[in-house]
């Protein structure tokens, strides 16, 4: 067979299938409107969550009293949050220092960690929320406390690869969602 003939053959079959090429897809998120509502359990605090999200207990081995995660079912994430009465100023320290360090965990993945203060005096609520960009398990962690008595950890987790450029909106929108948390928190 020469090779004009094998390929004319090649040619002739490549001409019967319809090729058309498809355009490159991306999910559709859709965000809900913005709508909170006052979470009050039997914990010494109270704040403010997204009417679309979902509080329940944390159930893990280790869990405490006040252990409990906001979860958002639609975007695959969780805002675990840990609660921790303050017994002295040395616990109050290894309390801010275990924050510290499961932030700065993230930065062999992570491209920068922003940290910004919380100071609300008027509701004796001080701490910090740290920014942790990149692709890691958790872009933000947050701590607040009185310094006294009591002190709440947050950390937002999606249960998904971390991939910054796919999950990017809905970051941002949860973002506000714990800005708003942490501008509410009251203790009891």
């Known amino acids: 067979m020469s090779l004009f003939s094998l390929v ?9 299938q319809h090729y058309s090429p498809k355009p490159r897809g991306y999910f559709r998120v859709v965000l809900p409107e913005k709508e909170y509502d006052t979470l009050s359990s039997g914990c010494p605090f109270v704040f403010d969550v997204p009417a679309y999200a979902q509080q329940e207990p944390d159930r893990s081995a280790e869990a405490q009293p006040c252990w409990m995660d ?29 924050a510290r360090t499961f932030a700065f965990n993230h930065t ?3 491209t920068a960690i922003d940290q910004q203060r919380i100071s609300r005096p008027d509701a004796d609520v001080y701490g910090l929320k ?21 002190y709440l950890r947050g950390a937002l987790y999606f249960h998904e690869k971390p991939r910054l450029d796919s ?3 809905v970051l941002d929108f949860i973002k506000a969602d714990i800005d708003t948390l942490i501008q509410s928190i009251r203790w009891k």
Not at 9 to 16: A, E, I, L, Q, R
Not at 84 to 92: A, E, H, K, Q, Y
Not at 134 to 150: C, E, L, M, P, Y
């Open 8 to 16: 004319l053959t090649f040619g002739v079959w490549g001409c019967t």
């Open 70 to 98: 906001i979860n958002f079912p639609q975007f695959n994430a969780r805002i675990h949050l840990s609660y921790m009465p303050v017994s002295g100023r040395d616990n109050f320290n290894e309390l801010v220092e275990d």
């Open 108 to 110: 062999v993945r992570a």
């Open 130 to 150: 740290y920014d942790i960009k990149g692709n890691t398990a958790s872009n933000i962690q947050f701590f607040v406390t009185d310094s006294t008595r009591h």
């Open 167 to 169: 999950i990017q909106p």
